[in-house]
Every structure is written in structure tokens, then in C-alpha cells.
């Protein structure tokens, strides 16, 4: 444990202080004591709790990501509903970085939607697929009980495969569009385990496409664990 100090101890000049340089790094986790006593025999002692603390975190989530269209009159037009139900979505989150401003790092967020509506000579399908790279911020609002996360970033959203199944057998050709898209997101994380926790969060992206495209916003809940 010597090797821990960086200098050694310092009495004032009445020797009434002492000033003690260490680097928590150093030291194993545990209580210690450092009790220190000037020429005259005075002495006095002040315990140190050292916890350990991860260098870095490995989140990862998967849920349901239900969403509604804000920003798009076709899927609406065409689907009649503005809400994607049938919505799931995962997340991975890398935090390489701990301060006492909060944490730093990145994530990755796969989305997945299933669009289908059934008409008296028709049937029109599909899918929305979504996912962006994102700088995340966290910071603990209860240690190890309730986290606090915002991210945003930039990918892409997908259009895929919307197609018209008529009765009569024919189909009209699928269409597939793909947008360059960004989003934004506030969560938090309520650990209901050491390691294990429910998210709820809200996000929108947006299409960065003013002519067409679509935004979403979703609400979800997922479960997570904590490596």
C-alpha cells in the first residue's frame, strides 16, 4: 500500500494538520485508517472507505418499441393509422468513459416495425427498419438503483417492401426507400437486480428528407443487463 502515497505526510506548522497525498487508484478496495501523531505525541485517525468502481460499462436492451408517424401523410393515407403497434427494438451501449460530470460513450440501436392493413380487395404490407449510431451521456441519479440516460445520433430508416396483395392474385411491384436519419432520447434506467434493469424511454427520429420521409416517435420499454 506505501506505493500509493504520493508524498509522504505533512504536518503545518503548529502540527495541528496534516495533509496526506494518495492515489485512489492505487489502493484496494476497503476501509482503511490513517492515523497520524506530531513530535509532541498528539495523535488523531480518520477513516477512508475506497469502493471499486467498473472503468467501463457494457450495456445491452431489447424491447418493445411501439411508434407513432408524426411527419408523413402516405403511410397514414394508404395504412389509414399513424401508429406502428407491432414495434421492437434492441440497444448496445459501450462506456468507456466515468467522471464525476457522468458517463460517456457510444451506442448502437437496431429498430424493427410491421406495418399491415387488410381491405375488401386487398391487403397492403411493410416494413420499417431503423438504427443509428449514437454518443450517449449517463448520469446516476440513485447509485446503482435509477440512471439517467440521453443520446442522439445519425443512420438510417428504411422502407421495405411495401407491397398491394390483391384477392385476385396480381401484385403491384414492392417499393423499398431508403432516408439518411437522425435521432434523439431520454431514458432512464430503474435496476431492479445487481446488473439487471428496466428502461423506459422516448425518442424521435427524424428523415433527413424535407420532400419525403417520415418521423417517428417512440415510446418504449425494455429489459437490460449490465456487463
Do not use: C
Not at 119 to 136: E, G, H, P
Not at 172 to 198: N, R
Amino acid at each position: 500500500m506505501l506505493n500509493a502515497f504520493i508524498a509522504k505526510p505533512e504536518l503545518n506548522a503548529s502540527g495541528t494538520k496534516a495533509e496526506i497525498k494518495y492515489a485512489p487508484n492505487k489502493l484496494v478496495p476497503g476501509k482503511y485508517q490513517f492515523t497520524v501523531e506530531n513530535p509532541g505525541g498528539l495523535s488523531a485517525f480518520q477513516e477512508l472507505l475506497i469502493r471499486y468502481q467498473k472503468p467501463m460499462d457494457l450495456d445491452i436492451s431489447v424491447g418493445y418499441h411501439p411508434a407513432f408517424i408524426t411527419r408523413d401523410s402516405t403511410i397514414p393515407d394508404y395504412f389509414e393509422t399513424s401508429m406502428l403497434t407491432m414495434g421492437f427494438g434492441a440497444k448496445l451501449t459501450w462506456i468507456p468513459f466515468k467522471t464525476r460530470s457522468g458517463f460517456y460513450g457510444i451506442s448502437i440501436n437496431p429498430r424493427f416495425y410491421q406495418l399491415k392493413a387488410e381491405f375488401d380487395t386487398y391487403t397492403l404490407s411493410t416494413n420499417i427498419l431503423t438504427s443509428q449510431i449514437n454518443i450517449v451521456y449517463q448520469y446516476p441519479l440513485i447509485k446503482n438503483r435509477l440512471n439517467f440516460e440521453f443520446h442522439a445520433g445519425a443512420g438510417v430508416l428504411h422502407i421495405q417492401d411495401m407491397q398491394f396483395e390483391f384477392e385476385s392474385g396480381s401484385n403491384v411491384e414492392s417499393i423499398a426507400t431508403t432516408y439518411y436519419a437522425a435521432d434523439a432520447a431520454l431514458a432512464f434506467h430503474v435496476y431492479v437486480h445487481k446488473h439487471t434493469y428496466i428502461e423506459l424511454q422516448a425518442e424521435y427520429t427524424a428523415s433527413m428528407d424535407n420532400s419525403s420521409a417520415i418521423d417517428l416517435v417512440s415510446p418504449s420499454i425494455s429489459i437490460g443487463h449490465q456487463f
